[in-house]
């Protein structure tokens, strides 16, 4: 007799997109405001970003990525009891993978990219899959529009191979406002072609005078 | 793996001032394996009509000499060459007659029409149009090159800027693809002249 099938999956795919660039005394992470359900948007005005030292955005299933960072934000509480200091970007970094992989079997589905000041203040970006493999990279996307914005990103930022020898560095050369005015253009293009990206734009930006936020308007269709 | 997955392929094709670009990658593959680096995805029709086909390669190949045969067919009728707009609704329509069993190619139509204003449109597998006064893409890396297109894209190009904005788009696109790249082919196309260019890219 053929197995049966399920006809409910536990997933959902709410879109969006989220993107990283790490500079050489910041950090920019910005992630659409969008969040939808098939061909519904469920809200405008969603926050798929979250921060401690260092700022965490998701695309995917939210309702794992709400889990995910509930998780996270209780880890990073008790470091800081342990500890008296908060977590650096490469320890939160670890941590995430250890958590993704803990749940290898039933994974959180959930695409995320971490930025932060490393602990000589220059930016870096670590990038994840649904299961935690990760990487510290100069840049990257996750998300329903990552496949359009990665390209041109190539073209921009030109990161190093990871084979050279010596290592090169990933960081991008651009300033601050440069690297910003980047993300806007790459956030409109996104919107016009990608259905789940739109609506607003939450752009973090971290350097040393500390963490701040801005917005911007996307296509509302 | 899908079957329009099975060869691999990269096309865009870029509107400018008074003149438009059609271009390709240049990898035939049998799904993982790379059979052939010089493959010809893009085709003259006659000096003032392109055509790129994408998909399966077989069924490419076939649509082309089909095509070939009704435009000469036109040319005797007619004593004159098809318009970029006639041209594309003969591929419509030929698509469609095999609508329950369809050619698995998305074509690329790029031309110069009347008073020399370019035209571009591409086409499901079926025939349904999509004109577009800016670009067009098709592909394995569609998706890669929308994104590319849409950030790098400029109205009213010079040609040697729309040369340099279409090979810039497609290098970065096909280099996120792993069943598209080596190489790129790149037409530049006039009123007066066709330049046709080699791009060298990654080649893996």
Redesign the interface.
């Known amino acids: 007799m053929p197995k049966e099938q399920a006809n409910w999956s536990p997933y959902d795919n709410n879109g969006g997109s989220c993107f990283a660039v790490a500079g050489a005394d910041y950090c920019v992470i910005a992630a659409d405001t969008r969040m939808s359900t098939g061909y519904n948007i469920l809200t405008r005005d969603t926050q798929k970003s979250v921060n401690y030292k260092c700022v965490m955005a998701s695309s995917g299933f939210q309702a794992d990525v709400k889990a995910l960072q509930k998780h996270l934000a209780a880890r990073h509480l008790i470091y800081q009891h342990q500890h008296n200091k908060q977590m650096s970007c490469p320890a939160m970094a670890q941590l995430l993978s250890n958590t993704l992989y803990y749940k290898r079997f039933f994974p959180y589905y959930s695409f995320n990219v971490l930025g932060g000041l490393d602990n000589e203040g220059k930016g870096c970006v670590f990038t994840y899959d649904a299961v935690g493999s990760y990487e510290k990279v100069g840049y990257s996307s996750q998300g329903s529009?990552s496949?359009?914005?990665?390209?041109?990103l190539?073209?921009q930022l030109k990161s190093p191979s990871p084979l050279l020898l010596p290592a090169r560095d990933a960081v991008t050369p651009l300033a601050e406002a440069e690297a910003i005015d980047l993300v806007k253009?790459?956030f409109a293009?996104?919107s016009?072609?990608d259905i789940y990206t739109g609506d607003k734009l939450e752009i973090v930006v971290i350097n040393a005078d500390g963490i701040r936020r801005e917005y911007m308007d996307l296509r509302k269709d | 793996m899908s079957i329009f997955e099975y060869n691999g392929s990269a096309l865009v094709s870029m509107v400018g001032k008074n003149c438009f670009a059609i271009a390709s990658d240049r990898r035939l593959g049998v799904q993982l394996q790379t059979i052939a680096t010089d493959f010809q995805r893009i085709s003259k029709i006659h000096d003032r009509v392109f055509l790129g086909l994408s998909g399966l390669a077989t069924d490419a190949q076939t649509l082309y000499q089909r095509l070939v045969f009704r435009h000469k067919l036109y040319q005797v009728r007619e004593e004159r060459d098809m318009k970029p707009v006639t041209f594309a609704n003969l591929v419509s329509a030929l698509l469609y007659e095999k609508r329950f069993g369809p050619y698995f190619c998305q074509p690329v139509i790029a031309g110069l029409g009347d008073e020399d204003k370019p035209f571009i449109c591409t086409m499901d597998s079926i025939g349904a149009k999509e004109l577009a006064k800016d670009f067009v893409v098709a592909g394995t890396a569609s998706?890669?090159?929308?994104?590319?297109c849409?950030?790098?894209f400029k109205e009213d190009m010079e040609p040697e800027e729309l040369f340099e904005t279409v090979s810039?788009?497609l290098?970065?696109?096909v280099?996120?693809d792993c069943l598209s790249g080596w190489g790129g082919h790149v037409y530049v196309v006039t009123p007066t002249e066709v330049k046709e260019r080699i791009l060298k890219g990654r080649m893996d």
């Open positions: 529009g496949t359009l914005i990665m390209p041109f190539d073209n253009t790459v293009s996104a016009e072609r | 998706e890669s090159l929308y994104g590319a849409e950030s790098m810039q788009a290098l970065s696109s280099d996120r």
